[in-house]
């Protein structure tokens, strides 16, 4: 739980207003003002939840339609084997959009319809720009390598001479 822990924790900020939640994909530089320690428990927990549906729908679809595309790909019904790696990729993302695209949207709708629940719009303020100490590109980068790695590893493991 920590990680979904790290992730909530960045919609919350202190401000001059107060307790301040951001919600992501809301506009820019607007925030909530939160009246109450039972309030900010109550978003943190709607929050967690999201986010845990969230994540379980992109892994779950991701594996769905890998397994999928193995499955149509291992039936050898297409000819030269070179032409199998492009079947699959192709193949696991038509899936991926198809089993990923509808559930998400509804999700993504259901999020932004949720708003008015936790938070009034008299309790609507401007906030400032990043939270201290947060360096948004620099994780994104730092996956963006890391994934690099990983998957560089991974091909030198398949392709060396045995």
Excluded: C
Aim: zero cysteines; aromatic letters at 16%; glycine letters at 8%.
């Amino acid at each position: 739980m920590g990680f979904l822990e790290s992730i909530v924790d960045r919609s919350f900020r202190d401000e001059k207003a107060g307790r301040v939640v951001v919600f992501q994909g809301d506009r820019r530089n607007r925030g909530y003002v939160v009246r109450s320690e039972a309030d900010e428990l109550r978003i943190r927990s709607f929050l967690k939840m999201f986010y845990f549906a969230h994540f379980a729908i992109l892994l779950l679809g991701m594996l769905l339609s890998n397994a999928w595309s193995m499955f149509v790909t291992s039936l050898q019904l297409f000819g030269r084997p070179a032409k199998h790696f492009l079947l699959h990729i192709g193949i696991s993302l038509a899936v991926y959009l198809l089993v990923v695209g509808l559930p998400y949207f509804l999700l993504w709708r259901s999020y932004k319809e949720s708003f008015p629940y936790f938070v009034s719009a008299q309790d609507e303020v401007s906030v400032s720009g990043t939270p201290a100490g947060r360096q948004p590109w620099a994780a994104i980068w730092l996956v963006v390598f890391g994934s690099l790695i990983v998957f560089g590893i991974i091909f030198y493991l398949l392709i060396r001479a045995r």
